[in-house]
Structure formats: structure tokens, C-alpha cells
């Protein structure tokens, strides 16, 4: 598998290895509290430092997979599995 002259493994997989790696933060920091509500006034609120971590770390995973998901279309006419494409059916067996 080639893009624009460079073995789409070599692209792919670290990307592939990022996309796991904020998904399982960002699964770790919906655990958290992401929103601090004043006790005395329960209309003030503010987010908390997971909400705004949670925020930057979303932003890089859906530019990850928009990434993706543009590197698939262009590599369609591919027989071979790409990991990214494997990566994508297992997640298809999970849900």
C-alpha cells in the first residue's frame, strides 16, 4: 500500500496506535468529574481540568480519524487488509 510515495504501514499504524491511546484516555477521563457546581449557588458552574483535557484530547482523536478515514478512500482499490482497516473490523466485532 503506497500514499504519495511512502508505505501507508509506516503512516498508518502509529496513527492507528495513537486513535487507541486517546481512546482509552478519553475513556478514562469520562470517569471523572467534568463539571465543579458551587455548592451555595448551584447555577455557577465551571469545568473542571478533565473537562477542558477531555475537550483537546477529543479534538485529536476526531482529526485522527477524519485522517483516517481520508486515507481509506484513497486507498480503496487495496486487496490487502491495512492495519487501519483491521483495526476498523475489529471495532465492527465489538459493537
Known sequence: MAFNGIAGREIVEPMID?????EERL???RQLPLIRVNPQDKTQQK???AAKL???LLQQYNGLI???TIFVARSGGETE?????????????RS
Open 47 to 49: 469545568a473542571t481540568p
Open 27 to 29: 475513556e478514562e477521563l
Open 66 to 68: 477524519k485522517t483516517l
Open 54 to 56: 477531555y475537550k483537546e
Open 81 to 93: 487488509d491495512s492495519p487501519l482497516r483491521e483495526y476498523l473490523k475489529q471495532r465492527e466485532r
Open 18 to 22: 495513537d486513535v487507541v491511546f486517546l
